[in-house]
């Protein structure tokens, strides 16, 4: 026995080691399936139970040979995954990740279902193993201190060969390089005759393969019976360290993952065999704070596709002629009064506890599934963890409601609570908030996918070991049962009728404080940042800060319904009340109902939750509600229930369009003949002759390769200074680093003031103003909404104030909203007002973009490509109105543009840059005629060279 501390018995380091295969095997199928196409596949345990499912049914209801029963089921997983990607992945294939992760939730429902259709095997019995293998004829006792069992044995000889077998498939065959090459850039994969799809068809078989396998060896390890594995899973537990396992191989090495494997099940072993009773489970969440760490560190900045977390609606623009209808102007209003009165007859005519009880519930769900809705429809923060937040809230109002112990350091003095239900449920909204924010914090630089994992990763911890402590359940399995409220005349406790109507009550209130909260500039914020948090960051929005509000009123309203669902709880057991798997499936509500709407998630619930209550919960009625219908939901309405109600509505409005005479429209007066509607209100105190921009000696490298090479450039107070140069010559890259949109050596200062080191929206609050290339602004925004998010540079929304509804925010969204108005007017926009980006034009789009730089008052100008994706004629106008916009702001331009004519034209000075160092600088005519410039960028042909044309003003 080796003594270093802890007692490590031989025993003890193979058990882990064991352990530690299984778990590295299962890794390996994640980082396979996340590698090659991107998904993190959570139907992968549930596709290797129905290959469990179908062994044991051909093993001890047919009889059928161990060995070939164990190669069908491999086939059968492998046949399943690949029918899911034939059908389900491939016509996802170009959707965001986010639709295909949600995806696979669908088809583990499916999968899970297959197993429970297959005929029962009612022989009682372990799962088999191979012949002589069984416990009861194989035990090898290697030393005093070690024995090997055959179920052991078959783990460490199948895992090492399989884990062994696929990286050298992936290293050393065609196929495998096909797979690496397609990992690594589809698009160049394409080019060189790489079947994509293809490829993702294989790797899906073959990961459906290596989870049969894994199941199989798992199965009597876990002690599964032959007629308990249909239902088989990874369990919340184990999922917690395939996780932490394929986080430390990066998601890509299947070596890595076979190492980490061992070395975690090692450490768990030897941790619960070491520690006291009480604290075994509190390793769940020292693999929690791993894999937060982990992620953190390997984030990396831009690596989601673009628009990957949208799945709001869209919604068209109400026809002009329609809006002053007051019927079409309250819709939604209408929509909310109808759900919310079919919800108080239902109360009404609900007689049986039961049925109350469990419609309680479900309003419940409502309002954990609607804080999914703001914070992954609105600010793009796939969060896994709800349910946890909401088991914060649940337990937290047990603690201060029925005397539970708050541990204080040291037991220096003891401390209770006996409050009232009501003090207890502000409390714990803002017990959940604070732990929320915690979270947040630390996960600020990771997203997408990685921050779903680390927020489940907390889910599980939060379940398996926090959630039990003594301060919520008092030293018992269940925690003590919280009685409702009594209010003066009215008593709660009397009937669970009173107390649905409570709760409904909390919902409407909920509700409307969410929508109202999108109509301010912190819901059009959060959009933003989910959308382009660069762009956000150039209007001075403050990414960071509108993420963690996001967390944060997300963690409170899940508390909310936490502590609305523990209330009256007949019995209450936080592991079960609180499961992690609860989380998944709030946000599968969530998408069902409409993410990023606020009706949504109460559609959701009622099909999730609803349809059960009323028609049982079977297993088809489950599978219709949750698996079935969410993949066809995914697959033809990922808008969910409210793309559907918004194309009733679209259709009856275009009726109601149809049949009204059009009303006369002026024409729009161009910018150009109209006054500027809002003036600068910007003090600018830099000394005469200083420039307005001054970039020293910057340099910009990725990695090994050098994009800007000491640059320096000046842009005096008025000037427009042209930045020309090769595709790849780093102007882009030169624009961005003075943005503070990549990392930089060097100097930059804006208006006399070094900004070398802030972050990029303070520097743009500072006066910087930014035009990107390719004019994506936000998507999922209205030109009205962009436009006001622009606005708050002049006055910034507060988070109370908008949420309440009080003083200042009414007056700030009535100011804003007819500054731009009339910034629409000036620049012809009006007509698109309520247009959504994606559906405009790349010049409308620009023309947003110039009309946001004089929203957010900026008085030095960053322009890329301005014209880009511009027809010809449309980029003559931008000249005269780049010129026209830069007068009235009194600012200093830089303008990155291929169009030489256009950029010779308009520049006071121009910079050539090639590989990344300027040579040439001066003015157009002198940069025209520079032999570096001509043998460079303009070419030697005499009518390039005539095409830059001479500046005109």
């Given at each position: ?13 193979f ?11 299962l ?30 049914m ?15 089921a491999i086939?059968?997983?492998?046949g ?28 583990a429902?499916l ?8 005929p029962?095997?009612?022989r ?37 060969l399989?884990?062994?077998?696929l990286?050298?498939?992936?290293g ?18 394409r080019?060189?005759g ?33 007629a ?18 394929a ?5 890509r ?25 009480e604290i075994r ?7 929690f ?38 019927y ?7 929509g ?59 337990l ?42 915690i ?17 489940l990763?907390f ?11 003594d ?62 948090e ?8 403050s ?46 509500i969530?998408i ?59 259709f ?23 006054p ?5 209100e ?8 200083q420039p ?7 340099h ?6 050098v ?39 060097g ?81 012809g ?43 010809q ?11 026209r ?6 600012a ?53 060279i ?8």
């Amino acid at each position: 026995m080796i003594d270093i501390g802890w007692e490590i018995s031989q025993q003890d380091l193979f058990s882990g080691s064991v352990r530690g295969l299984i778990i590295a095997a299962l890794a390996a199928g994640f980082v396979l399936i996340y590698r090659s196409t991107g998904v993190l596949n959570f139907a992968y345990a549930e596709i290797g139970s129905f290959g469990v499912a179908l062994m044991a049914m051909l093993t001890f209801r047919y009889d059928v040979p161990y060995w070939l029963a164990f190669f069908l089921a491999i086939g059968a997983a492998a046949g399943f995954a690949m029918v899911t990607e034939l059908v389900v992945v491939r016509r996802l294939f170009n959707s965001p990740r986010l639709v295909l992760f949600i995806a696979t939730l669908g088809v583990a429902q499916l999968a899970i279902f297959a197993s429970i259709q297959l005929p029962d095997v009612s022989r009682p019995g372990p799962f088999p193993l191979p012949p002589k293998l069984t416990v009861q004829e194989y035990r090898w006792k290697v030393t005093d201190d070690l024995q090997i069992g055959g179920r052991e044995l078959l783990v460490v000889i199948v895992v090492p060969l399989v884990i062994a077998a696929l990286a050298l498939f992936l290293g050393r065959t065609r196929f495998g390089l096909a797979i690496r090459a397609s990992a690594e850039n589809a698009d160049t994969g394409r080019l060189f005759g790489i079947s994509v799809r293809r490829v993702s068809t294989m790797v899906w078989t073959i990961g459906g393969a290596l989870a049969g396998v894994t199941l199989i060896l798992l199965a009597p390890l876990r002690g599964f019976s032959a007629a308990d594995v249909s239902t088989a899973s990874l369990g919340p537990g184990l999922l917690l360290r395939v996780l932490l396992v394929a986080l430390i191989a990066r998601m890509r090495s299947l070596w890595v993952t076979l190492f980490a494997g061992i070395g975690v099940g090692i450490f768990q072993r030897l941790f619960q065999g070491n520690v006291d009773r009480e604290i075994r489970e509190a390793v769940d969440v020292i693999f929690f704070i791993a894999i937060l760490v982990i992620t953190v560190m390997f984030a990396r900045r831009g690596t989601e596709d673009e628009g990957e977390w949208s799945l709001s609606p869209k919604v068209k623009a109400i026809p002009e002629r329609l809006r002053g209808l007051w019927y079409v102007r309250n819709l939604s209003r209408f929509g909310f009064v109808a759900l919310f009165g079919a919800l108080v007859l239902l109360g009404l005519f609900l007689t049986k506890n039961s049925n109350l009880y469990t419609w309680t519930r479900i309003l419940g769900f409502a309002l954990i599934a609607l804080s999914v809705s703001m914070l992954t429809g609105w600010a793009g923060q796939l969060s896994l963890g709800q349910f946890a937040f909401a088991g914060v809230g649940g337990l937290t109002v047990v603690a201060l409601t029925e005397n539970g112990d708050i541990p204080i350091p040291f037991d220096w003095w003891d401390w209770s609570f006996d409050l009232p239900w009501g003090v207890a449920m502000v409390i714990a909204v803002a017990a959940g908030m604070v732990t929320a924010f915690i979270i947040g914090v630390p996960a600020l630089r990771v997203k997408g996918l990685m921050l779903a994992v680390t927020t489940l990763a907390f889910a599980i911890a939060a379940m398996s070991w926090i959630f039990v402590q003594d301060v919520f359940t008092q030293g018992a399995t269940n925690t003590p049962k919280v009685i409702p409220p009594v209010w003066g005349p009215f008593d709660f406790t009397a009937s669970r009728k009173s107390f649905f109507f409570l709760v409904l009550v909390l919902l409407a209130l909920a509700v409307w404080m969410v929508a109202h909260l999108r109509k301010t500039g912190i819901g059009r914020m959060m959009i933003a940042v989910r959308d382009n948090e660069d762009m956000a960051a150039a209007s001075t929005v403050s990414g960071s800060r509108i993420k963690l509000i996001s967390f944060t009123l997300a963690g409170g309203l899940a508390a909310l319904g936490g502590g609305l669902i523990i209330t009256g709880e007949p019995t209450i057991n936080p592991q079960v009340l609180f499961n992690s798997n609860e989380s998944i499936n709030v946000i599968a509500i969530a998408i069902i109902g409409g993410l990023g709407s606020i009706a949504g998630p109460l559609l959701g619930v009622l099909w999730v939750k609803g349809i059960p209550a009323i028609f049982g919960a079977s297993d088809e009625v489950r599978l219709l509600t949750s698996g079935v219908g969410l993949l066809l939901l995914l697959m033809y309405f990922p808008g969910g229930f409210m793309q559907l109600l918004y194309k009733l509505r679209d259709f009856l409005l275009g009726l109601a369009d149809e049949r009204m005479a059009a009303r006369d429209a002026a024409m729009p007066v161009p910018a150009l003949d109209k006054p500027v509607p809002i003036t600068s209100e910007r003090t600018v105190s830099v000394e005469e002759g200083q420039p307005w921009l001054a970039v020293r000696n910057v340099h910009v490298h990725f990695g090994g390769k050098v994009a800007v090479d000491e640059v320096s450039i000046d842009v005096y107070q008025g000037e427009l200074v042209g930045l020309i140069g090769s595709n790849g010559a780093g102007k882009s890259t030169l624009m961005n680093a003075v943005s503070g949109f990549v990392p930089f050596k060097g100097q930059v200062e804006v208006l006399g003031r070094d900004i070398s080191r802030l972050p990029s929206y303070r520097r743009h609050r500072g006066g910087l103003g930014r035009g990107f290339q390719h004019a994506k602004i936000y998507p999922d925004l209205t030109v009205r909404e962009a436009l006001m998010v622009a606005m708050e540079a002049r006055d910034r929304s507060l988070l109370v104030p908008s949420l309440l509804g009080v003083p200042p925010s009414p007056g700030q969204e009535r100011r804003k909203r007819a500054d731009v108005d009339s910034l629409m007017d000036f620049v012809g926009l009006g007509r698109y007002a309520d247009h959504f980006i994606s559906n405009l034009s790349t010049g409308t789009r620009r023309i947003v973009e110039l009309a946001s730089l004089l929203a957010v008052d900026a008085k030095v100008l960053l322009l890329d490509e301005p014209t880009g994706g511009v027809a010809q004629r449309e980029s003559e106008a931008f000249g005269p109105l780049i010129r026209r916009i830069q007068a009235e702001l009194g600012a200093a331009v830089v303008v990155i543009e291929h169009d030489m004519p256009l950029v010779m034209s308009i520049s006071d000075r121009v910079y050539c840059l090639e590989a990344g160092r300027v040579i040439s600088g001066g003015s157009p005519e002198e940069v025209r005629n520079d032999p570096l410039v001509i043998a460079s960028y303009l070419g030697t042909d005499v009518r390039a060279i005539e095409r830059s044309g001479e500046r005109t003003t």
